[in-house]
């Protein structure tokens, strides 16, 4: 129990890393808005809420709620398939039990609707997110922080919000994009890495790097 928790606690991992993982679902949350416009639409800043609190809301996210699932999808769960499924395949398997896990919100929350449509992009999402989530910890060597932060950085939603285009009326864009980018993430790194869709060699904590480094014969000229 101490290994696992101290491997899936590790943080200290080079700044790209956390951009990443924040960057990506603000990148995908403010191009569905902006695509819903294209073609004669109109794109409005309309957060849900000012600046600070979303900050607040994904401190919070961070912390006690939706990131803080990783520990238990990714951290313990994604291990567990790993030891006799391909990353891909525990990724999605995973993706199945954390759908199963939101399936109340069907029932009682107003974001939510038993809409078919809706019920495809969102299954769709889940299953795409969950194989990303996956690769990030296996990149990461069962560093579950970083998944933390991009899950957490999902919840926190767009603050743009586009409407009228012609595009919003040819396709389902939340479906096209919310979910296709994922899978499109997902279809990159197998067609690079296979079902394991990591490299090799994973990143290391600077912590175990300043360790190497410091523990190696020093070499004189």
Known sequence: TRDWLGRALQWRFPVWVYLG?????VVVGELQPVLAALSGGSVR?????PLSLLFGFFVLNVVFFGGVEEFGWRGFLQPRFQERLSVLTASLAVGVLWWVWHLPLFFGHPNFTLDPLFLVEYTTFVLGASTVLGALVNLTDGGVIPAVFLHAAINVGS???GSGGMAEEILPVAFVVGSGTWWLIAVVLIGLYGRSMTPRTPIEPLSERYRSSSSSPEEFP
């Open 21 to 25: 993982a924040v960057s990506l679902p």
């Open 159 to 161: 603050v743009l919000e």
């Open 45 to 49: 800043y309309a957060p849900p809420a």
